[in-house]
Each structure stands twice: as structure tokens, then as C-alpha cells.
């Protein structure tokens, strides 16, 4: 008997130890959240969705007083809903109320952020003087002053990066009635974006700064499904029943220093507006906010036959493709030497050292020279002459002509002087 009670107490124990361990490390894994991508630059993350007038993100999913069905379900519940599906940080997955019915799931995902390496970055160098330093030092000899000018020498870089989003919406049939519960309405997705060391300086600055400037949507395709199994097909025409911001190509993320918070206005001008002067360190953050706004993402669905077939519906999936601006800038200080005693100098010898050629004063020469029409005449009877007499001295025509000529001109002198 003692022994059977002292297995089934193993066993408890064993149970609760495993249990208490399973606990452990699954509250463990919520509160240690790592990195979406080993990829080192701008890491953006899913953080939260604002909806009828509450924050959802990993910590709160309801109840939100706003939303409340005002009919009630085959549950017979009418309170406050409770998020059934709350996922974030590196995919969004949100159904704020029952898993089955009224609103689909909103869903996203996305890729790192990575520089486009085809494009080089753009840079500015620029120093700023700071204040002045005098050092004094002596030895057995003499003494001596030394004086230093610091400056702030910086470095800017602008990198050119790209960045993708999927967004979708998810849900069995029944979510897909075409009545107005189905429709996320004036619904906002807030990104997060921390700036990480993606790019090292030749020499270790003092200070490293990164930033977001520019987030620009450059290209958007539209797909459509009817159930997650689905192929997705490209589905231009139920672009028409969605209303996104961004939606357009070429418009353009507003940059937030807070969630929630007001734009912070043309980020790229703000940066360059420092080239030549000292930084401000409280332009950068730790952390900047972009938001995606739904003011109607929903399924597409009809009625067939005027409903005596049923109804039929498709769900959207969106893909967008941004550029991103990423502004890198390494502070560096520069002790320049200033005054220091005079170094003795080389010798000297007396015959200056020989002067190179310059064979573009020698071109010019040759060609003010053949300007001149006489020069030309000139050179031209030169050439002909060498010409003539190199036919008569190396053909043997020309070396017998040239005996013929000599003795007859030998020949005309002797007949002069008889």
C-alpha cells in the first residue's frame, strides 16, 4: 500500500514539475521578445493596432467598451469584446472579437529592411571648429608651447533601402457576409522602426547616429483569395472596394517620434540642413513610428441570384513595396597641431632638381606653329626635298639618275674650260 502511495506522489510530483516548467518558460518566451531579422539596419516591427478608439498590441486585447455588437450572438453576448487572436512584433494576426464571426482577421507581414546594394550611398564630409587647447612641455634644454584646434569632423551617408509589407484579411465564409460588420473602418497599424549599426567607419567615431528620412511607397499589386487554402490570384478590380493609405504610387510615410503623435515633418530636409554645422543629438531617437491606415479594408462579397444561390465573396491581400532613406552619420573629434616648434630641414642642394616635361605646353607649341600659313608652305618644300632625295639615294633608278646628273654637270664644266 505505502508503495502505491508513493508512486502515485512520484508521479504528482513529476506532473507538477513538468507543468510549473512548461509555465516557466512560456511566460519566460513572452517577455523575452529577440529580433525579427539577423540582418543588421532599420528594424521595423508590428507593434499595435488602433481600433474604435483602442490600443491592441501584445499586452491588450480588451475588452474594448467601444466595441460592442449591438445584437447578440449565437452566444448571446452583447458586452465588451475581447480580442479572440492578438499576435504582433515580427507578423500581425488581430480578430477583436469572436473567432468565427463579424470582423476577418487583419493579418500582415514583411521583410527587413535591406540596402538596395546597387546604389551607392551619398556623401557629405564636413568639420566644425569647436575651441582651442594650449600644451606646454620642456626638457633639459628648453620649454615649449604647443597649441591644438578641435574640431567635430562628420561624415553623412545616405543609404538607399528597400522594405515590403503583405497585408491581408483572413476568415471563414461566415466573415464574408456582405453586411457592414465585416468592414475594419478607420483602423491604423503602428510600425515601430529601431535603428541599429549596419555600416561601420574606416576609423571608430566617437558617436554614430541612424535615422529613417524617407519612407516612399514604389510599387503596390493586388491579389484576391477565397479561402486561406487558395492560390492568390492578381485582382486589380477589388482595389476599387479598398481605401488604404498609402494606395498611390509614390505617396510617402509620415516619420513619428511617438506613437500615436504628430508627424515630425520632412525628415531627409531636417538632415541635410546639418551639413556644415554641428549636430543636434535630440533630432535622433532610439525609436521612430510609421502608421498604415485602413479607413475600409474588407471582403468583397455579393449576393448570387439575388441571394437564392448564396452569396459569394473573395478576400484582399495587398503587397507593397517601399523605398527607404536611412541617413548614417559618424562624429569624429581632431585634435589639430597648431605652433609646434620648427622641425629642421633637409638639405638643400644648389642645382634645382630637373624639371618634368609638360606635354601639353609642347602640343600647344606644335599647333600655333602650323597656324601660320608660311610655316606650312615652308615645312611642305621640307618635306618634298627629304622625300626626292631619299627616292635617289636608297632606289637604284634614283642612284643612277643621281650619276647620270653628276656627269653631266662634270661633263658641261670640262667642255666650259676648252
Not at 513538468?18 to 513572452?30: C, D, N, P, V
Not at 452583447?78 to 473567432?99: C, H, K
Request: aromatic share 16%.
Amino acid at each position: 500500500m505505502k508503495t502505491k502511495f508513493k508512486g502515485v506522489l512520484g508521479i504528482v510530483l513529476l506532473a507538477t514539475i513538468f507543468f510549473g516548467t512548461f509555465i516557466a518558460g512560456s511566460i519566460y518566451k513572452l517577455s523575452t521578445v529577440g529580433f525579427i531579422s539577423g540582418y543588421q539596419g532599420l528594424q521595423s516591427y508590428f507593434d499595435a493596432v488602433k481600433f474604435r478608439n483602442y490600443w491592441y498590441d501584445m499586452d491588450h486585447r480588451g475588452p474594448n467598451p467601444s466595441y460592442v455588437l449591438m445584437h447578440p450572438t449565437q452566444y448571446g453576448k452583447t458586452e465588451p469584446q475581447i480580442a479572440s487572436v492578438a499576435e504582433f512584433f515580427d507578423r500581425l494576426n488581430l480578430d477583436p472579437d469572436y473567432g468565427d464571426q463579424y470582423l476577418p482577421n487583419l493579418c500582415a507581414s514583411q521583410t527587413p529592411v535591406t540596402v538596395d546594394t546597387t546604389s551607392e550611398p551619398k556623401i557629405w564630409q564636413w568639420k566644425v571648429p569647436e575651441r582651442t587647447e594650449e600644451v606646454s612641455g620642456s626638457n633639459a634644454t628648453h620649454t615649449w608651447m604647443k597649441t591644438f584646434e578641435i574640431y567635430r569632423e562628420y561624415q553623412m551617408m545616405r543609404y538607399r533601402c528597400e522594405w515590403s509589407i503583405n497585408l491581408w484579411l483572413a476568415g471563414p465564409a461566415g466573415e464574408a457576409y456582405p453586411d457592414t460588420n465585416r468592414a475594419w473602418h478607420d483602423a491604423e497599424i503602428w510600425i515601430k522602426l529601431e535603428p541599429t549599426a549596419f555600416i561601420y567607419f574606416q576609423d571608430n567615431p566617437d558617436q554614430v547616429f541612424f535615422s529613417p528620412a524617407l519612407i516612399q511607397l514604389q510599387n503596390i499589386e493586388w491579389f484576391s483569395y477565397k479561402t486561406s487554402k487558395d492560390t492568390e490570384a492578381r485582382d486589380f478590380s477589388i482595389s476599387q472596394y479598398e481605401d488604404l493609405i498609402p494606395k498611390a504610387e509614390g505617396e510617402t510615410l509620415g516619420i513619428y517620434y511617438n506613437k500615436g503623435g504628430a508627424p515630425t515633418g520632412d525628415m531627409e530636409q531636417s538632415y541635410l540642413s546639418y551639413q556644415g554645422k554641428t549636430l543636434d543629438p535630440k533630432i535622433f531617437r532610439n525609436a521612430y513610428w510609421i502608421k498604415l491606415s485602413l479607413l475600409e479594408y474588407k471582403p468583397f462579397s455579393w449576393f448570387e441570384w439575388g441571394g437564392l444561390a448564396g452569396w459569394g465573396w473573395k478576400y484582399p491581400s495587398v503587397k507593397m513595396k517601399f523605398l527607404v532613406h536611412v541617413f548614417v552619420i559618424g562624429q569624429w573629434t581632431v585634435r589639430l597641431e597648431k605652433g609646434d616648434i620648427v622641425e629642421l630641414k633637409v638639405h638643400e642642394t644648389i642645382s634645382p632638381p630637373p624639371q618634368s616635361v609638360d606635354i601639353n605646353r609642347f602640343l600647344r607649341a606644335i599647333k600655333e606653329f602650323f597656324d601660320d600659313p608660311w610655316n606650312k608652305m615652308f615645312m611642305a618644300i621640307v618635306v618634298l626635298l627629304v622625300c626626292v632625295a631619299a627616292i635617289l639615294y636608297f632606289t637604284p633608278a634614283g642612284t643612277g639618275l643621281a650619276v647620270y646628273m653628276i656627269r653631266r654637270v662634270g661633263a658641261k664644266k670640262r667642255e666650259v674650260k676648252k
